[in-house]
């Protein structure tokens, strides 16, 4: 049976980063503890002038090369929704400077938060198609470029980053699966309008405490697990707020719930694969142990995928 491996993850977050306490320096007018204590957060990174989701794709990406020979990436696939320019895709130019072969698949995805998962949907049904065999996978967005100043609510969360991986196809007798949700009736809860994006936070927060619960319910049963064969579950790094809710909710183990909120804050689509890197360099997560992986916002849109590392 077709299912895949994920190596190689590395990351760069924007160049400057901003505690809390300088944002109470800057925006005196602003209760920047009740915000932390909403967020949980105490950094974020912006993206300099001459940074953007091509540059810090880049940087990423030569750091997931390291190690592996690129000569055999057959396909290029980068999930984002702030490229500075509407086309070219980021992929194709990522093709270019990074010198990998020309006779490969390239497209961008554009979706948010639980782009991580769909995307590997994606490669495995490119896998299963036998149209690949080895991808470069980068999530990379600079929401701060697309924010107005005094916009409290976006700009005490965001950081600009970008996450690449190499997803390799394998056989295996355990069949990642796949449970996805959407609702565009929600669309304008969280979007980008005039080059500025806003968010309602209390109706993103609804539709993520409604939903996901339900969504991780259906997803361990579409493939007869329990809660208790999950070893590790790694949820979108929304906010200390959203994710303190969703595990008591359903009530998930504190040493198998994974987060790094606190010290780079919302890397939206980036933020799974992040953590993913760090339990994989500590040696936290361990092979053959089963993780459970959900991502969910804007869209609104979420979606769940449970594999064997």
Same mark, same amino acid.
């Given at each position: 049976? !077709?299912?895949?491996?994920?190596?190689?993850?590395?990351?760069?977050?924007?160049?400057?980063?901003?505690?809390?306490?300088?944002?109470?320096?800057?925006?005196?007018?602003?209760?920047?503890?009740?915000?932390?204590?909403?967020?949980?957060?105490?950094?974020?990174?912006?993206?300099?002038?001459?940074?953007?989701?091509?540059?810090?794709?880049?940087?990423?990406?030569?750091?997931?090369?390291?190690?592996?020979?690129?000569?055999?990436?057959?396909?290029?696939?980068?999930?984002?929704?702030?490229?500075?320019?509407?086309?070219?895709?980021?992929?194709?130019?990522?093709?270019?400077?990074?010198?990998?072969?020309?006779?490969?698949?390239?497209?961008?995805?554009?979706?948010?938060?639980?782009?991580?998962?769909?995307?590997? /949907?994606?490669?495995?049904?490119?896998?299963?198609?036998?149209?690949?065999?080895?991808?470069?996978?980068?999530?990379?967005?600079?929401?701060?470029?697309?924010?107005?100043?005094?916009?409290?609510?976006?700009?005490?969360?965001?950081?600009?980053?970008?996450?690449?991986?190499?997803?390799?196809?394998?056989?295996?007798?355990?069949?990642?699966?796949?449970?996805?949700?959407?609702?565009?009736?929600?669309?304008?809860?969280?979007?980008?309008?005039?080059?500025?994006?806003?968010?309602?936070? /209390?109706?993103?927060?609804?539709?993520?405490?409604?939903?996901?619960?339900?969504?991780?319910?259906?997803?361990?049963?579409?493939?007869?697990?329990?809660?208790?064969?999950?070893?590790?579950?790694?949820?979108?790094?929304?906010?200390?707020? #959203?994710?303190?809710?969703?595990?008591?909710?359903?009530?998930?183990?504190?040493?198998?719930?994974?987060?790094?909120?606190?010290?780079?804050?919302?890397? !939206?689509?980036?933020?799974?694969?992040?953590?993913?890197?760090?339990?994989?360099?500590?040696?936290?997560?361990?092979?053959?142990?089963? #993780?459970?992986?959900?991502?969910?916002?804007?869209?609104?849109?979420?979606?769940?995928?449970?594999?064997?590392?």
């Amino acid at each position: 049976m !077709t299912s895949f491996k994920i190596s190689n993850l590395a990351h760069k977050l924007g160049s400057d980063k901003i505690s809390y306490s300088d944002l109470s320096k800057k925006y005196p007018s602003w209760n920047i503890n009740e915000v932390k204590l909403k967020t949980g957060i105490e950094y974020i990174y912006q993206s300099k002038k001459n940074e953007d989701v091509l540059s810090l794709s880049l940087k990423s990406s030569k750091k997931t090369l390291r190690n592996f020979d690129k000569g055999k990436i057959n396909a290029v696939i980068v999930v984002t929704q702030t490229a500075k320019n509407k086309l070219p895709s980021i992929s194709c130019i990522l093709q270019d400077q990074l010198k990998l072969k020309k006779n490969i698949i390239a497209y961008d995805i554009n979706l948010g938060c639980s782009g991580f998962i769909y995307a590997l /949907s994606n490669i495995y049904s490119l896998f299963k198609a036998d149209l690949a065999s080895n991808v470069l996978l980068v999530c990379s967005d600079t929401y701060t470029k697309y924010l107005d100043k005094n916009n409290r609510t976006c700009r005490t969360i965001f950081s600009d980053s970008a996450s690449s991986c190499i997803i390799q196809k394998k056989k295996s007798n355990k069949i990642p699966s796949f449970t996805f949700h959407t609702d565009g009736s929600g669309y304008q809860s969280l979007i980008e309008n005039d080059n500025l994006i806003t968010m309602n936070g /209390s109706e993103v927060f609804f539709f993520t405490t409604q939903t996901v619960p339900k969504l991780f319910k259906k997803a361990l049963k579409q493939i007869n697990l329990k809660k208790q064969d999950i070893d590790h579950f790694i949820f979108h790094q929304a906010s200390k707020l #959203v994710l303190d809710k969703l595990s008591n909710d359903i009530n998930l183990p504190i040493n198998q719930f994974h987060t790094n909120y606190k010290k780079i804050g919302n890397t !939206t689509s980036a933020s799974i694969p992040i953590i993913l890197e760090n339990l994989s360099k500590k040696k936290i997560i361990k092979k053959n142990e089963v #993780v459970m992986m959900i991502g969910f916002g804007v869209g609104l849109s979420a979606a769940v995928t449970i594999i064997k590392w």
